[in-house]
């Protein structure tokens, strides 16, 4: 198995607070990626990172920020949460961007009361 | 805009059956079409298909493209209660960076 921890693993918070989910991994792999799973939606692409220093936005961007100051970390901020930001998040890794094979982690549940 | 949509949404089979999930796609620049598995957790990668009429196959999973109709298959024999999980269809785009659009999975229960 591919080596990504998220954490944390479950986190209920208010809205207005912010929150940062991490991703790490043992890859060593250039593309890393944070997506939210919803019902009725299935899973969308937040920000992704093509190396260090270097992320794009997705198409659920808005309300998000990311960094990656090192290969191994992807970080995934909400500045202000908002119960509309309560999902499942899924960070993802690959070796390439054209082969579309990702690597997921077990996911962050995040709660916004 | 894009979109990959999943039938049926759910899905109740006994071990044993042989079971078809499908998947149709409206992807711009499509490139790929891939299959995830989803148990409890993480969704784990199970085919990538580029090549319309070629079938992949691994075990008792098999899959195949269809790019006349923008639709695959996937089909699984003899299914066993491990096989319960949500299958994820996911079309790769070939635009700038490339990109996948998700449907949002059929949920397959294989009952004993």
């Known amino acids: 198995d591919a080596g990504i921890t998220q954490s944390p693993r479950h986190k209920v918070t208010e809205t207005g607070t912010p929150v940062t989910l991490r991703c790490h991994q043992t890859e060593n792999h250039r593309y890393m990626y944070w997506y939210r799973q919803d019902p009725g939606h299935g899973l969308r692409l937040i920000h992704y990172?093509?190396?260090?220093?270097?992320?794009d936005k997705g198409e659920v961007s808005d309300g998000y920020s990311v960094s990656r100051s090192k290969t191994e970390d992807f970080l995934l901020t909400l500045e202000s949460a908002t119960s509309s930001q309560t999902s499942v998040y899924f960070c993802?890794?690959?070796?390439?961007?054209?082969?579309?094979?990702?690597?997921f982690g077990e996911g962050s549940r995040l709660t916004v009361l | 805009e894009d979109k990959v949509v999943q039938s049926p949404l759910s899905l109740v089979v006994h071990e044993g059956d042989t079971v078809t999930l499908n998947c149709s796609y409206e992807v711009t620049n499509f490139r790929s079409l891939l299959w995830y598995k989803q148990e409890k957790k993480a969704p784990t990668f199970l085919f990538m298909l580029t090549s319309s009429g070629i079938e992949k196959k691994s075990g008792r999973l098999s899959s195949i493209l269809d790019k006349k109709e923008l639709s695959s298959i996937l089909n699984i024999t003899a299914t066993q209660t491990g096989d319960s999980a949500i299958y994820l269809c996911a079309g790769l785009m070939n635009t700038g960076f490339q990109k996948l659009v998700f449907g949002t999975g059929t949920r397959l229960l294989v009952s004993p």
């Open positions: 990172s093509y190396g260090v220093k270097d992320t």
């Open positions: 993802a890794i690959s070796e390439s961007e054209r082969t579309g094979e990702l690597f």
